[in-house]
């Protein structure tokens, strides 16, 4: 039997933030020859053993500044959204 006709439709959505970790590592080790150390570094924006990375400092910065909103109701929106609590430290 030839198809008459055919309906279509659609539901864009976006998908639910996620946080992702990345973990970055320094190794020391000692040459077993001279004994000399040598240590590695961490890249120039990891300075802290914990940080925001770019797009959340953005996020925050976009929600506070340009919405006027308060910092406890972006933090509180990560929470329920990201399952993650963010600092009201900058």
């Known amino acids: 039997m030839p198809v008459e006709s055919v309906q279509k439709r659609q539901v864009h959505d976006i998908p639910p933030p996620q946080i992702i970790v990345?973990?970055?590592h320094a190794e020391t080790v000692?040459?077993?020859h001279c004994?000399?150390?040598h240590e590695t570094s961490f890249p120039d924006d990891v300075p802290a053993h914990l940080q925001y990375g770019q797009t959340i400092r953005v996020l925050m910065?976009?929600?506070c500044i340009y919405h006027l909103l308060p910092m406890n109701v972006p933090q509180k929106s990560s929470q329920t959204s990201m399952?993650?609590?963010?600092?009201k430290q900058p």
């Open 22 to 24: 990345i973990e970055h």
């Open 30 to 32: 000692i040459c077993p």
């Open 35 to 37: 004994g000399q150390i």
């Open 61 to 63: 910065v976009y929600l």
């Open 83 to 87: 399952d993650v609590l963010l600092s």
